[in-house]
């Protein structure tokens, strides 16, 4: 089974070789059809701590890390400010 890539933005990055990265994603709610904005959060692998905030990251599923980590960073698509 092919493992999940995500695109987010890193929304912390004061952990030691950790960044928050939250993914948004848009949905239609079931009964008014309106269109709802999702966010998700998700705790990554920074291994050379070179994501800063405000970065657009590509995320990818790997094995537990720690208790809460199960994703590494693949790359930066774009730095930010």
């Known amino acids: 089974m092919p493992?999940?890539?995500y695109t987010?933005?890193?929304?912390?990055?004061?952990?030691s070789k950790t960044v928050v990265v939250a993914v948004t994603r848009l949905t239609q709610h079931p009964v008014?059809?309106?269109?709802?904005k999702k966010i998700?959060?998700?705790k990554a692998h920074d291994e050379e701590n070179a994501c800063k905030k405000g970065d657009s990251?590509?995320?990818i599923e790997a094995r537990?890390?720690?208790?809460?980590?199960?994703?590494?960073?693949?790359?930066?698509?774009?730095?930010?400010n």
């Open 3 to 5: 493992k999940k890539v």
């Open 8 to 15: 987010g933005k890193v929304i912390s990055d004061k952990m």
């Open 32 to 36: 008014y059809k309106k269109v709802i």
């Open 40 to 42: 998700a959060k998700f």
């Open 57 to 59: 990251v590509s995320i």
């Open 64 to 80: 537990p890390l720690s208790k809460d980590k199960r994703w590494k960073v693949l790359e930066i698509v774009r730095r930010g």
